[in-house]
């Protein structure tokens, strides 16, 4: 049979082009379901690499709340008279200046590397990763379980008194 | 023998020979300081100081007499590790020379008081008087060579300044810068030889180059060399030929002036330096010496025959004596060249003096009867025996010394010349030179006889109906004495024998008896043949002659335009291509400063200001960090952070 | 297993591209997209090398706190950028300089 992780690289590529595409458009709102392409390519990655349960959490929350909210943010900033708002693009030599410096950077350092070293684990799982999850949370990681729950109670309350109405500018 | 202690006194005599020598230097400060108001201050003092001079001259002269040579000297400068030293140098020479300058300097003083009586100028004609007195002294009793040749530059000087001192006269002006001029060209030559002289020898004191020369083997070419060109400076300041023709045009200074430097005194340094320095002379340089006296004397006798002026007749009769003292000194007899130029001092200064009293009076004359005509032209003149009877008799007295008469100092002189002539003469051209020192002076007789019947015998001409009286005592007394001096018993107690207390013999055999009876003749038949030539018109009538065989047309032409030629030639170089290469030079100068004021402009000044542009961009620049633009921080941030990683993980 | 290079220079891409949004648009949503792009690419270098421990969820784990912690980010950020919008009436961060020095 076909090896399972070829369908790795059309995932791959298509999280790489959206994320190009997010930096290419000047526009918000084609920026936003850019970045929704990437997320959902994204989980379907982490399907293929075992890890299920963050795909289906990417999917639900990042895909399904942060970019629907982003959505909703984008339709709120622009002043959409017919004609959508064109995004200019700045500091773009020094942006890619780094861009380019990181990446190959990053590329370097990972070709210094031989990560095959580890004897890589067969297909075959103690646990289903579920449950795996989940018992970690509640034993080893009960700690920064409670830390994120107390984490999000504060974002939720901080995120609704700032984005309370009050005046603006002009008035 | 030395005298007794107390008499002979070296510091005296130095002192007094110091004093001869400065006390006309004082009459010169005298004159040079006091102002034009009070020029009747100097007119008193210089001859009052001449005469305290020639005091302290003859007091030395009769301590140092008879005593040989006595060298005073003292450090002067020194130049890296010799010294000159100045001095002076007493012997029986130098102190006779100190007395004549003395005495001839004080009776042209005194008469000076009256002949330029009314004169403008009198306070620096008597400044000037004691400069050249100083300097001729300083000539005198040197005893180096240097000391000789600064002094003898300033008496060429003092004789410039003299000749032209009625300078609202070109002329007078020109005879002065042609006077200057020909001495210097003799003295270029007089410079070399002395060059030579301390090149070989090492020293200038006289002293102690007559001991070098006789330590030297045999006679050497750059001996005779520098004798040469020693002589060439005696050529100029003696008048030989060709340095001459400066001599007749002197005449146009004062009449006392050409008594005192161009008759008695600064012609005669010329003759004083070769006895001086006659130690140095080959006889190669002295057969050339007697050569040119002889020359000179010829050509300058037949050229007084021919002249009108009286006092240029006396000019060349000055030339062509020093002519017969020079041959006197070319026969190595310096001593017969010494006693005629002593006597010739007297008898000449006499006659340049009566030819001024002549010149004074007529002028009086001229004046006070409103006419004009020129008072030195002998055709002027004539019958003035009896209105001048005074300075007929003085003329006459001086001229008979002049042409060699029995009884009188002239013939003494002139016989001692003819006897070393003759000792010397051993082959054919010597003879020549002995024939023709006889022939000049046949000459001497007939233009000196020339001169006295042309001013004084026959019928006045355009002087008829003046009122010419003799001039005043203050002028005759000088004459007088000098008319004394003419006379024979001055110089030995024979009159017909030059040995006497001025002159021994020691080297030449007995006097002759033959060549005085043959002068004596010879003298008589040229006053005879005198009367007969000139007894109607003068057949020497001749422009050659009178123009000396156009010796300055020759000058003219050929020396004096070529020179002017070349220093126009020069000048115009000079102007063209020095001048031009100055420019350029300024030129590229200014270019050089317009291209560092550009460099300094554009680039020192925008290298500064580049730094100011770059310090306001790197000030914006780390401004714009805290510009308030969130992504530039992120972008510094981003920057830093892969910077740290590179420099620590690659 | 999928192999660990290729997520890893996935991941590199991700994260330098979503540095890249970040600094050169003039929009303040469009920051935050870029921000998320980041975020992802960490997310997927833990789950790329959580592979190694099949039994042990530490990187999943580590992922999933990445998640909410993005969340959090996400609200308040838009809450600030709604707020920011409404009082300065632009959504460009360059205009937004009361704090310049």
């Given at each position: 049979?076909?090896?399972?992780?070829?369908?790795?690289?059309?995932?791959?590529?298509?999280?790489?082009?959206?994320?190009?595409?997010?930096?290419?458009?000047?526009?918000?709102?084609?920026?936003?379901?850019?970045?929704?392409?990437?997320?959902?390519?994204?989980?379907?990655?982490?399907?293929?690499?075992?890890?299920?349960?963050?795909?289906?959490?990417?999917?639900?929350?990042?895909?399904?709340?942060?970019?629907?909210?982003?959505?909703?943010?984008?339709?709120?900033?622009?002043?959409?008279?017919?004609?959508?708002?064109?995004?200019?693009?700045?500091?773009?030599?020094?942006?890619?200046?780094?861009?380019?410096?990181?990446?190959?950077?990053?590329?370097?350092?990972?070709?210094?590397?031989?990560?095959?070293?580890?004897?890589?684990?067969?297909?075959?799982?103690?646990?289903?990763?579920?449950?795996?999850?989940?018992?970690?949370?509640?034993?080893?990681?009960?700690?920064?379980?409670?830390?994120?729950?107390?984490?999000?109670?504060?974002?939720?309350?901080?995120?609704?008194?700032?984005?309370?109405?009050?005046?603006?500018?002009?008035? | 023998?030395?005298?007794?202690?107390?008499?002979?006194?070296?510091?005296?005599?130095?002192?007094?020979?110091?004093?001869?020598?400065?006390?006309?230097?004082?009459?010169?400060?005298?004159?040079?300081?006091?102002?034009?108001?009070?020029?009747?201050?100097?007119?008193?003092?210089?001859?009052?100081?001449?005469?305290?001079?020639?005091?302290?001259?003859?007091?030395?002269?009769?301590?140092?007499?008879?005593?040989?040579?006595?060298?005073?000297?003292?450090?002067?400068?020194?130049?890296?590790?010799?010294?000159?030293?100045?001095?002076?140098?007493?012997?029986?020479?130098?102190?006779?020379?100190?007395?004549?300058?003395?005495?001839?300097?004080?009776?042209?003083?005194?008469?000076?008081?009256?002949?330029?009586?009314?004169?403008?100028?009198?306070?620096?004609?008597?400044?000037?008087?004691?400069?050249?007195?100083?300097?001729?002294?300083?000539?005198?009793?040197?005893?180096?060579?240097?000391?000789?040749?600064?002094?003898?530059?300033?008496?060429?000087?003092?004789?410039?300044?003299?000749?032209?001192?009625?300078?609202?006269?070109?002329?007078?002006?020109?005879?002065?810068?042609?006077?200057?001029?020909?001495?210097?060209?003799?003295?270029?030559?007089?410079?070399?030889?002395?060059?030579?002289?301390?090149?070989?020898?090492?020293?200038?004191?006289?002293?102690?180059?007559?001991?070098?020369?006789?330590?030297?083997?045999?006679?050497?070419?750059?001996?005779?060399?520098?004798?040469?060109?020693?002589?060439?400076?005696?050529?100029?300041?003696?008048?030989?030929?060709?340095?001459?023709?400066?001599?007749?045009?002197?005449?146009?200074?004062?009449?006392?002036?050409?008594?005192?430097?161009?008759?008695?005194?600064?012609?005669?340094?010329?003759?004083?330096?070769?006895?001086?320095?006659?130690?140095?002379?080959?006889?190669?340089?002295?057969?050339?010496?007697?050569?040119?006296?002889?020359?000179?004397?010829?050509?300058?006798?037949?050229?007084?025959?021919?002249q009108h002026d009286i006092?240029k007749i006396?000019?060349?009769?000055?030339?062509?004596?020093?002519?017969?003292?020079?041959?006197?000194?070319?026969?190595?007899?310096?001593?017969?060249?010494?006693?005629?130029?002593?006597?010739?001092?007297?008898?000449?200064?006499?006659?340049?003096?009566?030819?001024?009293?002549?010149?004074?009076?007529?002028?009086?004359?001229?004046?006070?009867?409103?006419?004009?005509?020129d008072?030195q032209d002998m055709r002027n003149l004539g019958?003035?025996?009896?209105?001048?009877?005074?300075?007929?008799?003085?003329?006459?007295?001086?001229?008979?010394?002049?042409?060699?008469?029995?009884?009188?100092?002239?013939?003494?002189?002139?016989?001692?010349?003819?006897?070393?002539?003759?000792?010397?003469?051993?082959?054919?051209?010597?003879?020549?030179?002995?024939?023709?020192?006889?022939?000049?002076?046949?000459?001497?007789?007939?233009?000196?006889?020339r001169l006295?019947r042309g001013i004084?015998?026959?019928?006045?001409?355009?002087?008829?109906?003046?009122?010419?009286?003799?001039?005043?005592?203050?002028?005759?007394?000088?004459?007088?004495?000098?008319?004394?001096?003419?006379?024979?018993?001055?110089?030995?107690?024979?009159?017909?024998?030059?040995?006497?207390?001025?002159?021994?013999?020691?080297?030449?055999?007995?006097?002759?008896?033959?060549?005085?009876?043959?002068?004596?003749?010879?003298?008589?038949?040229?006053?005879?043949?005198?009367?007969?030539?000139?007894?109607?018109?003068n057949?020497?009538?001749?422009?050659?002659?009178?123009?000396?065989?156009?010796?300055?047309?020759?000058?003219?032409?050929?020396?004096?335009?070529?020179?002017?030629?070349?220093?126009?030639?020069?000048?115009?170089?000079?102007?063209?291509?020095?001048?031009?290469?100055?420019?350029?030079?300024?030129?590229?100068?200014?270019?050089?400063?317009?291209?560092?004021?550009?460099?300094?402009?554009?680039?020192?000044?925008?290298?500064?200001?580049?730094?100011?542009?770059?310090?306001?961009?790197?000030?914006?620049?780390?401004?714009?960090?805290?510009?308030?633009?969130?992504?530039?921080?992120?972008?510094?941030?981003?920057?830093?952070?892969?910077?740290?990683?590179?420099?620590?993980?690659? | 297993?999928?192999?660990?290079?290729?997520?890893?220079?996935?991941?590199?891409?991700?994260?330098?591209?979503?540095?890249?949004?970040?600094?050169?648009?003039?929009?303040?949503?469009?920051?935050?997209?870029?921000?998320?792009?980041?975020?992802?690419?960490?997310?997927?270098?833990?789950?790329?090398?959580?592979?190694?421990?099949?039994?042990?969820?530490?990187?999943?784990?580590?992922?999933?706190?990445?998640?909410?912690?993005?969340?959090?980010?996400?609200?308040?950020?838009?809450?600030?950028?709604?707020?920011?919008?409404?009082?300065?009436?632009?959504?460009?961060?360059?205009?937004?300089?009361?704090?310049?020095?």
């Amino acid at each position: 049979m076909i090896d399972a992780n070829i369908l790795f690289y059309p995932f791959a590529l298509l999280a790489a082009v959206s994320a190009v595409a997010i930096l290419v458009v000047r526009n918000v709102f084609y920026g936003a379901l850019w970045l929704l392409t990437c997320l959902l390519s994204v989980a379907a990655i982490y399907v293929l690499a075992y890890a299920e349960f963050v795909a289906v959490t990417q999917i639900l929350i990042y895909a399904g709340g942060i970019a629907v909210v982003i959505l909703f943010g984008v339709m709120l900033t622009t002043r959409v008279a017919g004609v959508p708002l064109v995004v200019q693009h700045g500091n773009l030599f020094d942006a890619i200046v780094v861009g380019f410096t990181l990446f190959v950077l990053l590329l370097t350092l990972f070709s210094q590397h031989d990560f095959s070293t580890v004897a890589p684990a067969a297909a075959v799982k103690a646990l289903p990763p579920a449950e795996a999850i989940g018992m970690a949370t509640l034993t080893d990681f009960l700690l920064p379980f409670e830390t994120a729950g107390i984490l999000l109670l504060v974002a939720l309350v901080g995120a609704t008194v700032i984005a309370a109405s009050l005046k603006s500018k002009r008035s | 023998m030395p005298e007794p202690a107390s008499l002979y006194n070296p510091a005296t005599l130095q002192t007094f020979a110091l004093l001869t020598l400065l006390l006309p230097l004082v009459s010169f400060a005298v004159g040079a300081l006091v102002s034009e108001r009070y020029s009747w201050v100097v007119t008193l003092c210089a001859p009052f100081l001449v005469l305290l001079s020639l005091a302290t001259a003859i007091y030395t002269a009769s301590v140092q007499w008879g005593h040989g040579n006595l060298l005073v000297a003292m450090p002067w400068f020194t130049v890296s590790d010799y010294t000159f030293s100045a001095g002076f140098m007493l012997n029986a020479t130098s102190v006779c020379m100190t007395v004549i300058v003395a005495f001839i300097s004080f009776l042209v003083h005194v008469y000076s008081t009256g002949y330029m009586a009314g004169d403008p100028a009198t306070k620096r004609y008597f400044t000037m008087l004691g400069f050249f007195t100083f300097a001729m002294q300083g000539i005198v009793l040197a005893d180096n060579l240097l000391s000789i040749f600064v002094f003898w530059e300033l008496v060429g000087f003092a004789s410039c300044m003299l000749i032209g001192h009625w300078k609202e006269n070109p002329q007078a002006v020109a005879a002065a810068k042609k006077a200057f001029l020909l001495n210097r060209v003799g003295d270029a030559g007089f410079l070399v030889g002395l060059m030579l002289i301390w090149s070989h020898t090492g020293t200038f004191a006289l002293g102690d180059l007559a001991q070098a020369i006789a330590q030297l083997p045999g006679a050497a070419s750059w001996q005779t060399a520098a004798a040469l060109c020693i002589f060439c400076g005696i050529a100029g300041k003696s008048a030989q030929f060709p340095l001459f023709t400066w001599l007749p045009d002197a005449m146009e200074g004062p009449t006392p002036v050409s008594a005192l430097i161009h008759a008695a005194t600064m012609v005669a340094a010329g003759i004083f330096l070769l006895a001086r320095v006659s130690f140095v002379f080959t006889p190669a340089a002295l057969d050339v010496v007697a050569l040119t006296g002889i020359v000179t004397a010829v050509v300058a006798a037949l050229a007084a025959l021919s002249q009108h002026d009286i006092k240029k007749i006396l000019a060349y009769s000055t030339i062509s004596q020093l002519g017969l003292m020079v041959t006197a000194a070319g026969t190595g007899a310096f001593n017969v060249a010494m006693l005629h130029l002593v006597t010739h001092a007297f008898f000449k200064a006499c006659l340049f003096l009566s030819a001024g009293s002549v010149i004074h009076a007529v002028h009086q004359g001229q004046h006070q009867g409103h006419r004009k005509f020129d008072v030195q032209d002998m055709r002027n003149l004539g019958g003035l025996k009896t209105k001048l009877p005074f300075t007929y008799i003085t003329f006459m007295l001086s001229g008979c010394a002049l042409a060699g008469v029995p009884f009188f100092s002239g013939f003494l002189s002139k016989e001692a010349i003819f006897s070393a002539l003759l000792h010397w003469a051993d082959n054919g051209w010597r003879w020549l030179v002995v024939v023709l020192a006889f022939g000049v002076s046949f000459l001497t007789v007939l233009y000196t006889y020339r001169l006295i019947r042309g001013i004084f015998a026959g019928t006045e001409t355009a002087t008829a109906g003046l009122n010419i009286t003799e001039p005043p005592v203050i002028m005759r007394a000088p004459v007088a004495l000098l008319a004394g001096a003419s006379l024979w018993f001055m110089f030995s107690i024979n009159p017909f024998s030059c040995s006497g207390w001025f002159l021994q013999f020691p080297e030449l055999p007995a006097h002759h008896i033959t060549l005085t009876i043959f002068s004596t003749a010879w003298v008589i038949l040229a006053v005879v043949a005198a009367r007969f030539i000139f007894r109607e018109r003068n057949p020497f009538q001749s422009e050659l002659l009178r123009n000396t065989f156009y010796l300055d047309l020759y000058y003219q032409k050929y020396v004096t335009d070529s020179v002017v030629a070349v220093a126009g030639f020069t000048s115009r170089f000079d102007r063209k291509w020095i001048d031009g290469f100055l420019h350029a030079t300024a030129y590229a100068q200014i270019t050089v400063a317009h291209l560092t004021g550009w460099f300094d402009r554009a680039i020192i000044d925008g290298m500064v200001n580049g730094a100011a542009a770059l310090a306001r961009t790197t000030g914006r620049f780390t401004q714009s960090f805290q510009g308030g633009k969130i992504q530039l921080y992120i972008f510094w941030a981003a920057l830093a952070i892969i910077i740290f990683l590179i420099w620590t993980l690659v | 297993m999928l192999p660990v290079h290729h997520l890893l220079i996935l991941g590199a891409l991700l994260f330098c591209t979503g540095l890249v949004i970040t600094i050169i648009k003039r929009n303040a949503i469009m920051v935050l997209l870029g921000l998320e792009l980041m975020l992802n690419a960490a997310n997927i270098n833990l789950v790329a090398f959580n592979q190694y421990k099949p039994g042990v969820p530490e990187g999943q784990m580590f992922a999933l706190f990445v998640i909410v912690v993005a969340v959090s980010e996400v609200a308040v950020g838009l809450a600030i950028v709604l707020r920011v919008y409404r009082y300065f009436e632009t959504a460009v961060p360059d205009e937004i300089k009361e704090l310049k020095d």
